[in-house]
Antibody, heavy 118, light 107 residues
Framework: QVHLVQSGAEVKKPGASVKVSCKTSGYTFASYDIHWVRQAPGQRLEWMGWINIGNGKTKNSQNFQGRLTITRDTSASTAYMEVSSLRVEDTALYYC???????????WGQGTLVTVSS | DIQMTQSPSSLSASVGDRVTITCRASQGISNNLAWFRQKPGKAPRSLIYAASSLQSGVSSNFTGSGSGTDFTLIISSLQPEDFATYYCQQYDDYPCTFGQGTKLEIK
């Protein structure tokens, strides 16, 4: 059984950073890319970026202008997403998702709520 | 970026009904389209990939079709667990983009 389990909810102040983890199990971690998607209240889902687990290469949405870092720890079968210089508008549910062999997101994490408030 | 437009935004239906949700891309995306379902407070669940292929374990009540710019998701006989929000997603080009969602409610 494939599982993606994310870390718990976070509350941060504007200007701080947040790091969310996505621990995977049930498959060969290095064989599938991990993508990150977020959903702000009342907004549609927004793609953030992805990491090639095998070689560690990443591609991020230009919307984050260098504030987003995606990493992985192959020994722990875990991917990470860090957003720096947080803004109130970064308040959202953040999801990790596995990119399946056909290009779609075949498994998702349960989501992590990040609240940015002064 | 490729814009994805779903319709309708919301829909009321009864158990046993047949419902149709459409998704239009602002440019051709071949068949690189997925559908998934999301219930409140739960992770999205993949239903359809490559526009018309059913994910493993998904009910055959779900049918996807289309190619290019116009796509359709049909639920042939609504079950109680189907009342949720449905999204389309294109993965033909980065950034991947999503429809705004269709909320399916019980009539």
């Amino acid at each position: 059984q494939v599982h993606l389990v994310q870390s718990g909810a976070e509350v941060k102040k504007p200007g701080a950073s947040v790091k969310v983890s996505c621990k995977t199990s049930g498959y060969t971690f290095a064989s599938y890319d991990i993508h990150w998607v977020r959903q702000a209240p009342g907004q549609r889902l927004e793609w953030m970026g992805w990491i090639n687990i095998g070689n560690g290469k990443t591609k991020n949405s230009q919307n984050f202008q260098g504030r987003l870092t995606i990493t992985r720890d192959t020994s722990a079968s875990t991917a990470y997403m860090e957003v720096s210089s947080l803004r109130v508008e970064d308040t959202a549910l953040y999801y990790c998702a596995r990119r399946g062999v056909y290009g779609d997101y075949d498994y998702w994490g349960q989501g992590t709520l990040v609240t940015v408030s002064s | 970026d490729i814009q994805m437009t779903q319709s309708p935004s919301s829909l009321s239906a009864s158990v046993g009904d047949r419902v149709t949700i459409t998704c239009r891309a602002s440019q051709g995306i071949s068949n690189n389209l997925a559908w998934f379902r999301q219930k409140p407070g739960k992770a999205p669940r993949s239903l359809i990939y490559a526009a018309s292929s059913l994910q493993s374990g998904v009910s055959s009540n779900f049918t996807g079709s289309g190619s290019g710019t116009d796509f359709t998701l049909i639920i042939s006989s609504l079950q109680p667990e189907d009342f949720a929000t449905y999204y389309c997603q294109q993965y033909d080009d980065y950034p991947c983009t999503f429809g705004q969602g269709t909320k399916l409610e019980i009539k």
